[in-house]
């Protein structure tokens, strides 16, 4: 998108919270809409060989996408449109598949679930090697992509899910292209307002678009974004070719949601952050984890690294398994349910799932803040921790 002239005659570079209400928006034209359109048709009129870049049939391309792609690329900094996919999983399917049959992949420890599901998927079914690190430790990443053959990805997150740990990611980035080794950020829990890891080199950004990013729980889908033109082909076929695509509708509600990402993540942040603060002085409270508590073991790398600190939690009450239960059962405000990002505050204890890294505390419990009212929320929170002390 083109930024508008300062008053000195400079190009004036917007802020992502402008870029998010201003790309992807249709031209300017006497009576035309301000909102692009939804086009629901599954096929284009088409005669003759196809001119490159001509709409021919929904699954390798419809307007619909256009405008939420581009916006996205803005707040990426990205030189190529982003792609955008029927749900996160296939985003990260997609980038996933730059790893060969036999290959190594280096992914965190602690990661999306069923991000690790799919790394040991590719194991069991095409032979590939899957190393789990600590993300944090950059030495260890670096040494893991090494060795004996070099990786075919290395996969960070950051913070990460569920545990917040925080990534150098431009150190990684570096040394792992030093040794040839490509790499794929998953950007979901900061959002492109908190990093741009394709600014530091990266070459790969996923997103479940599911998240943050639409942020009201009421559609399903992924992105992938890179800088390479002949990487964002290969990605394009990937999709094409998968039927891994996304419907009309569901990316319109998701420009949409886009258009207040800055200000739904900025309360939610501010929020959380306040949330941290009085948890961790809580007499119930035996572990809170958040990137913007001065003795969190990231929030040195976040304060240097991110704008913002996120508006995930990570609590673990007073007296264990059966206390995180028992919190989750007496809130009323606070939502109990799986997955993040939306305008309404949630919870759940990670470890129900038996397929959660075990490394993961049994008790931890991920709180994702939403836009409601901060002292509401601390009312149902400490609320519920109080009945811990009254068992």
Known sequence: MHAPIGPEGRAHELSPATIAVTSGRPGRVSGGPVNPPVVLSSTYVSAGPPAPGELLYTRSGTETWVPFERALADLEHAAQPALVFASGMAAIAAAMSLVPHGGRVVVPRHAYQVTLMFADDLAARAGVEVVRVDIAD??????????????????????????????????????????????????????????????????????????????????????????????????????????????????????RGLRTLALRVGRSQDTAAELARRLAVHPAVAEVRHPSLPGDPGHERAARLMTGFGSIIGLRPVGGVAAADAVVAALKLWVPATSLGGVESSLERRRRFATEAKTVPEDLLRLSVGIEDVEDLWADLSHALATLTER
């Open 138 to 255: 950059t030495a260890a990443v670096l040494a893991a992509l090494g060795g004996t053959g070099v990786a075919s990805l290395l996969w960070v997150e950051s913070p990460t899910n569920p545990m917040l740990e925080i990534a150098d990611t431009p150190a990684l980035i570096a040394g792992a292209h030093a040794l040839g080794v490509p790499v794929a950020v998953d950007n979901t829990f900061a959002t492109p307002l908190g990093q741009q890891p394709l600014t530091w080199g990266a070459d790969v950004v996923v997103h479940s678009v599911t998240k943050y990013l639409a942020g009201h729980s009421d559609v399903v889908l992924g992105a992938v974004v890179v800088n390479d033109a002949d990487l964002h082909a290969r990605f394009h076929t990937y999709r094409t070719l998968h039927g891994s695509i996304a419907g009309p509708w569901e990316v319109w509600l998701a420009l």
